[in-house]
């Protein structure tokens, strides 16, 4: 991957002419800007180390990481997400409770109050960069923002573009207003805090208002994607980690929810890494949307991730960690501040990361994970393409504590498509279109279960070790589990290997309270009755039965 170019540092005067050229001209159009504001345009890393050091909390870790807070919020605040209702898309979104309406009035009083508040800042960072690792589908993204923290994270999840493509960037395709230390107006229509996460897509814009929290910023993207993707290519985009494998050149998908496993279990030595969060698999292949990796970091080590761990280093920023004041050494295992500590990295700091980060061949597993805090799901079993649908749109999962504003402990829930909080379209389109592309090309289907076996986290049962699901994977891969012996989990007739190289047979068909595995197949009823209207028969009765 190439190096960002050098930064472009301007002072603009009130006639608009920038005292360097290079300076973004539609940009100071654009803010307005005072006298002597200074921007970071494209900034490498040790200027933005030397930036983020002046905000508030910012420190350099052990390791070379820059360390930064993101204030109150540490987590994403998919409550106070919106989109603007305009004539462009209205009849293609999803509205409901992931889709929240604002009206453009509300949308114009936001947009202002992000850029009064930029425009108040001596300082300013823009990151221009592309989402998409195909130049078929890949679109150019500005982030304006105020800190120093949130244009390294940007530069770091983004696809750096080269000094000749930035030459040649242009007009944005999409823009990004984070004036994330400023709040939202709370007596403007519709809203209900100070936190307003706002996307337009006539206008190809997003504002950020009352969150600091860095991961909005890259979700604002990833829904961007899943907007564009379907409705202009017919290109699927999908919440998932995706790798290769080395001899073979294998693909496999891993669908989840942050904590299930994506990153980790994507991060394999013995496979090439294309990407731990967001992917598109089009009619060519399989591209991941992103630059870097988020990786979540409560209990690290090197023993467990050594990949991740090592990836800690200069250029990579750790947010809201603890850490010892004097020797600058993080404590991994304190969640003090939040569960939810994060480290970001440029993709190209996984030594096996396959760059560019693409394939030009289909998956052939698909792989389904779920962290399941009751205790009941095996830790992996074989689906039929019915079963992966029923699956895929109940997207079954406990949300980890930390990944949300609010959530303390694993709470269930269904989160359709393994991505709920970023669908745009109704998940049937996702589905569909899912369904179609594994018929075609004859992919295996897997569901793997990395929470709790055999007992509930309120039980006082154990998650399922990670050197157990990396074994489960190996055999995958190896087309082993393929070959083997299976038998039947009932309510939910789920095919379950007998054996499994390096896993205990116990682990992989445990003892289970039969009332809690009705409970969960109850659960899971109900839960897909709101997709009964346009499912089929065959994919209807893929799912548990009382």
């Known amino acids: 991957m190439s190096p960002p170019p050098a930064a472009v540092e301007s002072t603009i005067n009130f006639e608009g002419h920038p005292s360097i050229k290079s300076s973004p001209d539609p940009l100071v159009k654009k803010l307005n800007l005072i006298p002597d504001t200074i921007i970071r345009h494209n900034a490498p890393p040790p200027t933005l180390y030397e930036d983020g050091l002046l905000e508030k909390g910012t420190t350099i870790s052990s390791t070379g990481a820059l360390m930064a807070y993101s204030g109150k919020k540490t987590g994403r605040s998919p409550s106070d997400k919106r989109i603007v209702e305009e004539e462009t898309s209205s009849r293609n979104i999803w509205w409901g409770p992931v889709n929240k309406q604002v009206d453009e009035l509300t949308w114009k009083i936001s947009r202002s109050r992000a850029l009064d508040y930029l425009r108040t800042r001596e300082k300013l960072f823009v990151v221009d960069a592309f989402a998409g690792w195909d130049p078929r589908y890949r679109i150019k993204v500005r982030i304006i923002c105020a800190r120093a923290y949130h244009a390294l994270f940007m530069t770091n999840m983004l696809i750096r573009p080269t000094k000749e493509e930035l030459e040649n960037f242009g007009e944005p395709d999409f823009t990004i207003y984070n004036a994330g230390q400023f709040p939202a107006n709370v007596h403007t229509k519709g809203m209900t805090s100070s936190t307003s996460v706002e996307i337009n897509f006539k206008d190809m814009e997003m504002v950020i208002l009352g969150t600091e929290y860095a991961g909005e910023m890259k979700k604002g993207i990833f829904t961007v994607m899943f907007y564009l993707m379907p409705i202009k290519h017919k290109v699927l985009t999908l919440h998932s980690s995706c790798n290769q494998g080395v001899e073979k050149g294998d693909i496999a998908l891993f669908f989840g929810l942050s904590g299930t496993g994506k990153t980790t279990l994507s991060a394999d030595p013995n496979r090439k890494l294309i990407g731990d969060d967001e992917h598109c698999w089009s009619d060519n292949g399989v591209f991941n949307i992103e630059g870097g990796c988020y990786a979540k970091c409560l209990d690290l080590s090197a023993e467990k991730e050594p990949e991740i761990f090592n990836a800690i280093k200069f250029g990579s920023i750790l947010e809201n960690v603890v850490y010892n004041p004097l020797t600058k050494v993080v404590d991994y295992e304190d969640s003090s501040i939040t569960e939810n500590t994060r480290c970001a990295y440029p993709i190209d700091f996984i030594p096996s990361a396959q760059i560019p980060c693409l394939a030009d061949s289909h998956p052939k597993n698909i792989i389904l994970l779920t962290c399941d805090a009751s205790g009941v799901l095996p830790p992996v079993s074989k689906l039929t393409n019915e079963q992966v649908m029923y699956h895929f749109i109940s997207g079954y999962t406990s949300k980890m504590a930390g990944t949300e504003e609010g959530v303390t402990e694993p709470e269930a829930v269904f989160s359709a498509c393994f991505g709920q909080p970023f669908l745009v379209l109704h998940p049937m389109k996702y589905a569909k279109q899912l369904s179609q592309k594994i018929t075609e090309h004859k992919a295996n289907a897997w569901l793997l279960n990395t929470g709790w076996v055999g007992a509930s986290v309120k039980s006082g049962g154990k998650r399922c070790p990670l ?39 116990e682990i992989l068909t445990p003892s289970v309270d039969k009332k809690e595995v009705l409970l969960l197949a109850q659960k899971f009823i109900e839960n897909f009755k709101k997709y009964t209207d346009e499912a089929t028969e065959e994919v209807k009765n893929a799912g548990p039965t009382l």
Not at 475 to 497: D, V
């Open 467 to 505: 050197k157990y699901t990396r074994a489960i994977l190996a055999a995958i891969f190896s087309g082993e589990l393929e070959k083997a012996e299976y038998g039947t989990f009932e309510t939910f007739s789920l095919k379950i290997p007998k054996t499994c190289p390096g896993v205990p047979d």
